[in-house]
C-alpha cells in the first residue's frame, strides 16, 4: 500500500477524550473513530488488525474442533422469556420493537439462540459432543463506556457453545477451550494468566478468565511466573482427553488470581523466585453451565438407552474488538504504538525520505515489490514527519531510504521493537525482512 493513497488519519495532537494510553494511540494513529459513546468505526488500518486478531482466533478455534457458524445480531425476545433472562438483563440490554410491534433484541451473547439452533437440528447423544462458535458483533449497553474499543457498548465477540451428554464430557469441551485459549493468546504475542474467575450472570460454577499482562491493565494480579514461560503451542499440549487432563491439572496447580482473590497462604507456597505481580486485562472468559439453559429451553436428546437427556453446556467468550485495545496497552512505547509481528497490520513502512530522488524512488520501489506486506511512505512529506508516522502507527520494521545510502544500494533497517537499526545492502535487507 502507498501511503500517499491510503485512508489514514493521524492525529498530531493526543486527542482529550482518551483516558487510557490505548485508547490515545489508536485514534492518534488513524485506527478507529468514534460514532457515538461506545461505538467505533474501524478504518482501513485498525481494520487489518482485527481481522488478523480474528484470522488467529478462528484458527485455533477450528484446531481445537470447534465449527464456524454465523447467528445473527439481532434475536427475538421470546427465546429470553424462555431463558428467564429477559428481565435479568436489565438496561444493559437494548431492546427493540419490529414494525409488526414484535419484541426484538440486539444480542449482547448468545447462548439462548445457539440452544434453540442446536435443539433444531440434533436428536440424540450421537449428535453429541458439538462446539460450535461464531465471530459477531454484540451490544451491551453499558453505563459507563469507557477506555475506547476496551469497553464499548458495541464490540466484536468469539463466543463459542459446547454441547456434552455430561458433566464429564463437559469438562473436557471446557479444557479444550482452555488450552485453545492459552495457544490463542501466545501467538498473538501476548502472555495470559488464566484465573478461576465468578461466573457472574451467565451462571454456573466453573470459570475462567484469561488475563493478559500489561501495566496499565485495571486488575492487579498475582501469578506464577511459569505461565509466562511455559511454550502452549510447541509444548506439546494435546486435544485428547487424557493430554487436557494432564494440561488442567498443571494448569490449575500453579498460582494465579486478581487482588480481590488473593489467597496470602497460597501465595506463601509458591517459590518466591516465581511470584510474580502485575496487571492485567480480561480479554476472555470461559463457563460451565451445565443445563441452565437446555433444560428451559427444552433441549432433550434421545440417550443411549432411549432414555431422554438433556445436554450440558459451556460457553466461551473472546474479546476480538478488546484485543486491539489490550495488545496496544501492552505493547507501546513513548512514541506510539510497537505491534508484536503477527498481528501488525503491515510488517514493514518503507520510508522514502526523499521521493523526488531517482535513486530513492527506485530502490523504494525495489523494496516495495519484494516484501509482501509493505506499506510505502512515499508523501511529499518531511523526514521528521515520516519517521514520527512509522514510530506512531508502529508496524514491526521500518525500511528507511535516503539519497546517500540509495546512491550506494544501501537500506536502514530498523526494528521498531527495541529500535535497534543497520545499514544493510536491498539483499541483506531483505533477507532479514523477509527470514
Ligand atoms: C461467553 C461467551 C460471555 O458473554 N457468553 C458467550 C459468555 N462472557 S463475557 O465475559 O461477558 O464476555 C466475553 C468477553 O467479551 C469481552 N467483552 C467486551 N469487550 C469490549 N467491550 C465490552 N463492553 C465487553 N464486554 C465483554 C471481554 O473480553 C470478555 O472476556
Request: a neutral charge; hydrophobic letters at 40%; proline letters at 6%.
Amino acid at each position: 500500500m502507498r501511503l500517499s493513497k491510503y485512508f489514514l488519519p493521524t492525529l498530531k495532537e493526543n486527542p482529550a477524550e482518551a483516558q487510557i494510553v490505548s485508547h490515545r494511540l489508536m485514534l492518534r494513529a488513524g485506527l478507529v473513530r468514534q460514532q457515538a459513546a461506545g461505538i467505533y468505526a474501524w478504518l482501513p488500518l485498525g481494520f487489518r488488525v482485527l481481522k488478523k486478531i480474528e484470522a488467529i482466533v478462528r484458527e485455533e478455534q477450528d484446531a481445537a474442533g470447534a465449527q464456524e457458524v454465523l447467528m445473527p445480531t439481532i434475536q427475538p425476545a421470546e427465546l429470553w422469556q424462555q431463558s428467564g433472562r429477559y428481565d435479568d438483563y436489565g438496561k444493559e440490554m437494548l431492546r427493540i420493537t419490529d414494525r409488526h410491534d414484535r419484541p426484538m433484541l440486539y444480542g449482547p451473547t448468545n447462548e439462548e439462540m445457539i440452544t434453540e439452533i442446536f435443539k433444531d437440528g440434533a436428536k440424540s447423544y450421537r449428535d453429541l459432543p458439538k462446539n460450535l462458535y461464531h465471530i459477531q458483533w454484540k451490544f451491551r449497553d453499558e453505563v459507563r463506556p469507557r477506555f475506547g474499543v476496551m469497553r464499548g457498548r458495541e464490540f466484536l465477540m468469539k463466543d463459542a457453545y459446547s454441547f456434552d451428554a455430561d458433566y464429564e464430557g463437559a469438562v473436557v469441551s471446557y479444557r479444550a477451550m482452555m488450552l485453545a485459549y492459552m495457544r490463542t493468546f501466545q501467538r498473538l504475542g501476548l502472555k495470559a494468566i488464566p484465573m478461576q474467575a465468578d461466573s457472574g450472570p451467565i451462571g454456573g460454577d466453573l470459570s475462567h478468565e484469561f488475563i493478559i499482562l500489561a501495566e496499565t491493565g485495571e486488575s492487579e494480579i498475582f501469578y506464577d511466573s511459569d505461565f509466562e514461560t511455559v511454550d502452549w503451542v510447541k509444548g506439546g499440549y494435546g486435544y485428547t482427553p487424557a493430554s487436557l487432563e494432564k494440561f488442567f491439572a498443571e494448569m490449575t496447580a500453579r498460582y494465579a488470581a486478581t487482588d480481590e482473590k488473593h489467597d496470602k497462604a497460597a501465595w506463601e507456597k509458591v517459590p518466591q523466585a516465581r511470584r510474580r505481580t502485575g496487571r492485567g486485562i480480561e480479554v476472555g472468559h470461559i463457563f460451565y453451565f451445565g443445563q441452565k439453559y437446555s433444560a428451559p429451553l427444552g433441549l432433550t436428546l434421545a440417550g443411549p438407552d432411549g432414555r431422554p437427556i438433556i445436554p450440558h453446556m459451556g460457553s466461551y467468550g473472546i474479546g476480538v474488538s478488546r484485543l486491539v485495545g489490550a495488545v496496544i496497552e501492552a505493547c507501546h512505547d513513548a512514541n506510539g504504538i510497537v505491534w508484536p509481528d503477527p498481528v501488525a497490520p503491515f510488517r514493514c513502512a518503507i520510508l522514502n525520505l526523499k521521493p523526488g530522488d531517482a535513486a530513492c524512488a527506485a530502490l523504494c520501489e525495489r523494496l516495495y515489490r519484494a516484501i509482501p506486506e509493505a506499506l510505502l511512505d512515499d508523501r511529499d512529506e518531511r523526514a521528521g514527519v515520516k519517521f514520527g508516522d512509522a514510530d506512531l502507527i508502529g508496524l514491526p520494521w521500518q525500511a528507511i531510504v535516503g539519497p546517500r545510502g540509495a546512491a550506494a544500494g544501501r537500506v536502514e533497517l530498523k526494528r521498531r521493537a527495541g529500535g535497534e537499526r543497520q545499514e544493510l545492502s536491498l539483499e541483506d535487507a531483505l533477507a532479514k525482512l523477509l527470514g
